[in-house]
């Protein structure tokens, strides 16, 4: 399943485009890792363990997209876009969307 | 480009579950974890605390001490010295006591004591009014000195900030009652109040025993209260700080039996119902 | 007797909103369903390439938006995963509601105004923050559908 986020697939020609899929996943990190984030929030820096967080949501999201335009029959994706929100305190919302076409 | 709209699978964003088997799991594992968590603090505490030196139990006294000293009714200190009296009987059979006793008497309309950092017992003038006999005040007394014995109001310091601090780093600051890990808190610090309550009744009946020869008069305490206990005992036994009072006395009369003490025999009169004509003895 | 009472409310409580819960919800569900069959024709991309040759009779921008809030059960639920970690399976329903629901009323609103085709659609989700427990409690997510609307002829 190609993905891009151009409006087509670079060198290819999109024949059919079927629709929105989307794919979204709501995630939170276990309570240890906040109190540790908690932390590193006096001392500033890169917090690993809410970025590895977000990373899984997005691969996730993304996939259950992909999941999407394979049920609808197309082989690429094209603009995919992505969006995040919290939800509640502690957890994020990743969702990605796109077009679903089938490209030659 | 041609559109050919079709549905896409909508199931994909969705994760199939029983709600109902989720949440029974998670809550119960999670209470298992709570509880766990706050027994370790509670037996970590009981370890350390006895660490703690008596220096600075006296420091907290001293202020506690100016403070109650407001409350003392008129005519009191007459009360006071004889309290200490019957106080400092009942120490000299604990011989490795590094307290210095001191006693107040407040004015309150229920009889109570309480023992507090450093070596204070504070006691209730409604308490001193009820009581029938001497021996009967010297059972709460040795209860109070058994809480010193065992440093228990320094424990039950220890575990109410341990427990708020265990609660506040997960996010739910102190008085957060009505939820799973609050009310394991809770249930705990109450498991372990009933242990202490029953330590310090039976190091009570210890001093008694030594100093009278009986046990008798320790029973009568709750013989003026027991009216208050109309709920089923199991369930006040269980989420009570003190022990229902049947299963307290149960507990006594039982100890009692195991050691050989007597519960019945002499008692002494209360010198605060001796008939005299001096009208300051009695509080009003 | 005390711990029963402080026990047995919010049991009550939580299973009486989960019942509730999942009947609206699939009542929703049923709902959103059916108005999708009815809307496949819109076709709707989020990019805005498209055949230059096409007649375009008007244009015009149209947005749908909906604020959906969970039930206690799912909520009540949700903190207890967040002590775990991972996915919190029972946040999915909502989201996936509120934003089927809002690309539907963006579509619907294009219907309404004689489109027949929605192209560089956007999605925007945020949270509404209970203004009572210090903005730590959600009330709801809001989100927001927005496209351009077409109307074509034919060839698209």
Redesign the interface.
Same mark, same amino acid.
Request: hydrophobic share 55%; charged share 20%; no cysteine.
């Given at each position: 399943m190609l993905c891009s986020n151009t409006e087509e697939i670079p060198g290819q020609q999109i024949v059919e485009f079927y629709g929105v899929v989307t794919g979204s996943t709501v995630r939170s990190k276990h309570v240890g890792r906040d109190i540790l984030a908690g932390f590193k929030n006096l001392v500033g820096g890169e917090l690993k363990g809410y970025t590895e967080l977000l990373q899984e949501a997005r691969k996730e999201a993304l996939d259950r997209m992909m999941e999407q335009a394979h049920s609808v029959g197309a082989n690429a994706v094209v603009n995919v876009r992505f969006g995040t929100s919290s939800v509640a305190q502690g957890a994020a919302e990743l969702f990605a969307y796109g077009t679903a076409v089938k490209v030659e | +480009?041609? &559109?050919? @709209?079709?549905? @896409?699978?909508?199931s994909?964003? =969705? *994760?199939p *579950?029983h709600? =109902?088997p989720? &949440?029974t799991t =998670? &809550?119960v594992g999670?209470t298992v974890v709570a509880l766990g968590v706050f027994t370790t603090i509670a037996l970590l505490v009981n370890l350390l605390v006895p660490l703690i030196p008596l220096r600075i139990e006296a420091q907290v006294t001293e202020a506690i001490w100016a403070e109650v000293q407001e409350h003392v009714p008129d005519g009191g200190e007459e009360i006071v010295k004889r309290l200490e009296t019957l106080v400092d009987q009942l120490a000299t059979h604990w011989p490795d006591r590094e307290y210095d006793f001191r006693v107040a008497v407040v004015e309150a309309d229920h009889p109570n004591a309480f023992a507090l950092p450093g070596g204070l017992i504070i006691v209730t003038t409604d308490l001193i009014r009820i009581a029938e006999s001497e021996n009967e005040l010297a059972f709460v007394l040795g209860h109070e000195l058994g809480h010193f014995h065992n440093r228990d109001h320094l424990k039950a310091l220890g575990r109410g900030i341990l427990f708020d601090l265990a609660l506040a780093? #997960?996010?739910m600051g102190p008085g957060s +009652?009505?939820n =799973?890990f609050g009310?394991s808190g809770l249930?705990t610090s109450r498991r372990f109040n009933r242990r202490q309550e029953r330590a310090a009744d039976r190091f009570g009946l210890g001093l008694m025993y030594e100093h009278y020869g009986t046990v008798a008069g320790s029973l009568d305490f709750f013989g003026h209260d027991l009216s208050a206990t109309g #709920?089923s005992e199991t369930?006040?036994d269980? &989420?009570g700080t003190h022990p229902g009072s049947a299963t307290r006395i149960q507990e006594i009369r039982d100890f009692a039996d195991e050691q050989g003490w007597p519960l019945n025999g002499e008692l002494l009169p209360s010198v605060f119902q001796a008939p005299t004509v001096s009208d300051s003895k009695v509080p009003e | 007797m005390d711990v029963l009472i402080t026990l047995g409310f919010p049991l009550f409580l939580l299973l009486l909103t989960f019942f509730v819960g999942i009947r609206q919800e699939s009542n929703h569900y049923k709902s959103i369903r059916e108005r999708e069959a009815a809307m496949k024709d819109m076709v709707t991309i989020n990019f805005s390439r498209f055949p230059l040759d096409l007649e375009i009779e008007k244009t015009g921008m149209v947005m749908g938006s909906v604020v959906v809030s969970h039930d206690y059960f799912k909520n009540f639920l949700a903190q207890l995963r967040m002590m775990i970690g991972g996915r919190i399976k029972s946040y999915e329903p909502l989201l996936d509601r509120a934003r089927r629901e809002a690309i539907l009323r963006m579509k619907e609103q294009a219907l309404a105004r004689g489109h027949n085709r929605v192209v560089n659609m956007r999605l925007e989700t945020s949270r509404l923050a209970n203004s009572r427990r210090g903005g730590k409690r959600t009330a709801g997510v809001e989100v927001l559908a927005y496209g351009t609307a077409l109307t074509v002829r034919e060839g698209f």
């Open positions: - | +480009m041609k &559109a050919d @709209p079709r549905e @896409p699978d909508d994909v964003n =969705l *994760t *579950t709600w =109902l989720e &949440a =998670l &809550a999670l780093s #997960i996010g +009652m009505s =799973l009310g249930l #709920i369930i006040a269980f &989420a | -």
